[in-house]
């Protein structure tokens, strides 16, 4: 296992910035998530440090060792490709030997490390089979299988989980995780999906054209985004952001409440008026706007459905909403984060 260290990594497709000076170090046994929209350069540059794209200028350091001109097979690093790229003629036994057989490991090691990561993965039974015969979840697991049987220093997943259902997502998480927790090995994650980068994250980096916009924990990146773009990208539904007295406020919708249930804590008033809502089970989902404000700006509260009383929802009405003072989140005209509180 190693540390991967990127340094001020630039790519350039034409005059055209992918990836526009990342700095990350990601620790020995870590694993972090990029997470970003589709197009912000975040698979490109995963692929830079698997070494299948070069950069335009910077450094990549792998278990501290400078690896710029090193070849990808050489970096001692394994790749999980969004597609599985599995070979359909070759059985799942092979599928997972291949990598092993380039590079000329002896047939009795070979099996031993097929039998030891098909064990590890729960795939044994399939060995025989074809990856046409396999459902998603299996497929994935035998493309994660081939990824460590290299037994690489750092493990790279390119949106592993976007072609299966969302059943199957949420099972497949919790085995990647609970997987790398137990082999330890460093992991660069990539997806756009939040739910996947909140829940299986160490540490979040969040991308945006090529630039990353904030590195946390994933509490960091929720309760305290740097700047809007994190603040809006992040949470389902987004954090309300309001213009107000030359600035923005920030307030995440599940504690937009109606005011009798604040009245613990200083809060800033809204007169909210209520245009739908939606029941989801565990919560309901209010949409309206504020007063004073552009009427354009849509606001969401998410109350907890046990709680809410008839009057706070009906559409058309306007009702005292409030936030707490404490979690009230200040920006600038630029974007960026202008005090903790």
């Known amino acids: 296992m190693a540390a991967v260290v990127t340094r001020d990594i630039v790519k350039k497709f034409g005059e055209v910035p992918a990836v526009n000076g990342i700095s990350l170090n990601v620790p020995n046994g870590e694993f972090m998530v990029l997470l970003g929209p589709s197009g912000c350069g975040k698979t490109t540059f995963l692929r830079i440090i698997c070494g299948l794209e070069r950069q335009t200028s910077g450094d990549l350091l792998i278990g501290g060792d400078l690896v710029n001109d090193i070849p990808p097979r050489a970096r001692g690093v394994a790749m999980m490709f969004q597609s599985y790229g599995l070979y359909p003629h070759f059985t799942v036994r092979h599928n997972i030997a291949f990598p092993l057989k380039t590079q000329g490991t002896p047939s009795v090691e070979i099996k031993k490390k097929v039998e030891w990561a098909s064990q590890l993965l729960s795939i044994g039974h399939l060995l025989d089979r074809r990856p046409r015969q396999l459902s998603g979840g299996e497929r994935q697991r035998v493309a994660l299988a081939r990824a460590l049987v290299r037994e690489p220093t750092a493990l790279l997943l390119d949106e592993p989980l976007s072609n299966l259902d969302a059943k199957l997502r949420t099972a497949a998480r919790q085995e990647i995780k609970q997987f790398q927790q137990r082999v330890g090995v460093t992991t660069i994650y990539v997806t756009h999906d939040q739910v996947e980068a909140m829940g299986m994250g160490d540490r979040i980096a969040v991308i945006d054209h090529g630039e990353v916009r ?44 109606p ?62 909403f409030a936030v707490r003072d404490a979690a009230l989140r200040h920006f600038d005209n630029d974007g960026k984060r202008t005090s903790r509180h």
């Not at 603040?231 to 539904?237: D, H, I, S, W, Y």
């Not at 005011?259 to 809502?277: L, P, Y």
């Open 259 to 320: 005011k009798d249930m604040v009245k613990d804590a200083a809060f800033t008033e809204f007169q909210f008026r209520v245009d739908r809502s939606e029941y989801l089970g565990s919560e309901r989902i209010v949409y309206g706007v504020l007063e004073g404000f552009d009427s354009k700006e849509v606001v969401t509260a998410k109350l907890p459905p046990a709680h809410v009383a008839e009057e706070w929802i009906r559409p058309g009405e306007w009702h005292p």
């Open 214 to 257: 904030q590195v946390g924990t994933p509490l960091e990146i929720y309760d305290d985004p740097a700047d809007r773009f994190v603040a809006t990208f992040v949470g389902a539904p987004p954090m309300n952001i309001v213009a107000r007295n030359g600035g923005y406020l920030g307030f995440r919708p599940e504690n937009f409440l």
